[in-house]
């Protein structure tokens, strides 16, 4: 079955970076994009980053452009999202998503910025 399982997340200062990962298993992760998205209590589900397939295009949220980065490894069947210069309002909860026409879900990872 489809899994995604993120990992990476945690508290950091503001200014600081953290990269998130997603492990994929369960379907053949070169054919898919994949997209982070990120939610705060009381808050609708937004995109973050999503990135094609191949890897070859990528796409931001104005509010982390520049500050975002999304990438992939066919071979490790793994996305990732590298976040630096962190804000207070990037805490949330990040997901990892396969998109598509049935898209799934990981689980989450906590983000937490604060001094």
């Known amino acids: 079955q489809v899994q995604l399982v993120e990992s990476g997340g945690g508290l950091v200062q503001p200014g600081g970076s953290l990269r998130l990962s997603c492990a994929a298993s369960?379907?053949?992760?070169?054919?898919?994009?994949m997209s982070w998205y990120r939610q705060d209590p009381g808050k609708d589900r937004e995109l973050v980053a999503a990135?094609?397939?191949?890897?070859?295009?990528?796409n931001y949220a104005d509010s982390v452009k520049g500050r975002f980065t999304i990438s992939r490894d066919n071979v490790k069947n793994t996305v990732y999202l590298q976040m630096s210069s962190l804000k207070p309002e990037d805490t949330a909860v990040y997901y990892c998503?396969?998109?598509?026409?049935?898209?799934?879900w990981g689980q989450g990872a906590q983000v937490t910025v604060s001094s």
């Open positions: 990135i094609t397939s191949t890897g070859g295009s990528t």
């Open positions: 998503r396969r998109d598509g026409r049935v898209p799934y």
């Open positions: 369960g379907f053949t992760f070169r054919t898919y994009a």
